[in-house]
């Protein structure tokens, strides 16, 4: 801990607590400081001296909006009176809405690639207004668009993959009590992350084999084509460095630039976990598609030499070990899809269970809350839907879209 003047403090410093004041001003919590407006405050409420962390300074040069704690005292771009949990609509109610947006949502990124084939722009408000209104459908009840982004057809990676990042990156910069005009520009730029691709070799791009090494140098090219698309087409700081820095790495191994550390800002720290999440948790021509659990084990493991250790634990709490969509075996032994979220438990979501892992055959369709008193059964394990032989994506559209 450090003690300083006031007029030492800096925008990026965590205030641990106030030592010396002339006023009655008083500071509930600890946090971030975000601006020069915030210092200024302080000071004009007549404090003289406070303590900081200079362990957790954090580095807003490169993103002037860069996250913080929930906590932070006087920041402007956190809503500290949101409830991230709130739902205000039912997920049945939801799900019919959020499957348009995701079609809608696909259906422009078609026309994006097509668009850019033929030499024209791409039309960056009508990514603006379906990035909203994935933010609208989120904060309404974030399981609808979770659920779907949990369900993936591996012939339909590369539109899928952007739709499902720009969900998560939203559910997640709602549970950090982003403002919204910060979180569009984050579910704009997720949405475009991956339009890179569009100039490089299909044969690169679909091959189902390992690339050689000529062919990954080929295929890392692509984050800075995103980054120059989004750049000339004129969206925001945040949008570009989304879509050109996601897969740098905090310990300088990542591309296109090889930064590191406090040259990544944090928002790109977000865009990393939630792009790799998303890629590791969908099913490939060439490799299968692991289950939650396993993908949050291998962030771990690449934590903190590759990816905030921090953000991914908030990551990991928002989204929960059972995400919604993911499909789950109780230890009665009866299957089912994760319908919604329990935040107070966890471990006991709301399952729609539909088959008998034991006798192998369907069963009637049946939600399980299992956070009800008199449930008794539990949570046993994630599992994938090719360990028996179950077409999820078929459930979800006749048992789960009301």
């Known amino acids: 801990m450090k003690s ?19 006023g009655s001003v ?25 303590e900081v962390d200079p362990d957790k300074t954090l580095d807003l040069n490169i993103s002037k909006h ?25 997920m049945s109610a939801e799900i019919n809405q959020a499957v348009k947006l995701v079609e809608e949502a696909k259906a422009l990124q078609e026309k994006a690639f097509a668009d850019l084939k033929a030499g024209n722009p791409i039309d960056v408000e009508a990514f603006k207004e379906v990035a909203n209104g994935f933010i609208d459908s989120i904060f309404r009840n974030q399981d609808a668009l979770s659920c779907i982004a949990m369900i993936k057809q591996k ?18 910069a709602k549970h950090l ?32 084999g390992k690339l050689s090494d000529k062919e ?31 897969h740098e790495r905090l310990d300088g191994s990542g591309y296109p630039n090889g930064l590191s550390h406090s040259e990544i800002s944090q928002f790109v720290r977000m865009a990393s976990i939630v792009d790799v999440f998303d890629a590791l948790t969908a099913e490939r021509v060439y490799k299968k598609a692991l289950p939650p659990i396993q993908a949050f084990k291998i962030l771990r493991e690449s934590s ?30 009866r299957i089912g899809m994760v319908t919604s979220s329990n935040p107070a438990q966890p471990l006991k ?36 839907p090719e360990e028996f032989g179950l077409d999820l994506i078929k459930f979800f559209k006749h048992s789960v879209l009301p």
């Not at 012939?155 to 939203?170: C, F, G, P």
């Open 216 to 246: 990954f140098e080929q295929m890392k090219q692509h984050a800075q084509f995103s980054f120059d698309i989004v750049s000339e087409a004129g969206l925001s700081k945040i949008s570009c460095e989304i879509a050109g820095s996601h």
């Open 4 to 22: 300083i003047n006031i007029k030492e403090l800096q925008p990026g410093m965590f205030v641990v607590s106030v030592l010396e004041q002339t």
């Open 349 to 384: 979501p709301i399952v729609k269970v539909f088959y008998s892992a034991k006798s192998m055959y369907h069963l009637a369709v049946e939600n399980i809350d299992l956070a009800e008193k008199h449930c008794t059964d539990e949570l046993e394990a994630a599992i994938k």
């Open 304 to 333: 903190p030499q590759h990816f905030d250790e921090k953000l991914l634990n908030e990551f990991i709490n928002c989204i929960g070990l059972y995400p919604v969509g993911s499909l789950v075996k109780l230890k009665s032994q």
């Open 26 to 50: 008083q500071i509930k919590t600890q946090g971030w400081v975000k601006s020069q407006a915030s210092i200024n405050k302080l000071a004009s409420a007549g404090i003289l001296k406070v």
């Open 177 to 208: 009590r982003l403002n919204k005009h910060i979180i569009e520009e984050l579910a704009t730029g997720a949405l475009l992350h991956d339009i890179g691709k569009i100039k490089v070799d299909d044969t690169v791009l679909n091959k189902q």
């Open 66 to 90: 860069s996250i913080a704690a929930t906590d932070t005292p006087m920041q402007n771009e956190v809503q500290e009176d949101l409830n991230p949990w709130h739902k205000s609509t039912a």
């Open 155 to 172: 012939d339909a990676y590369l539109l899928e993959h952007s739709v499902n990042v720009a969900t998560l990156i939203t559910i997640f």
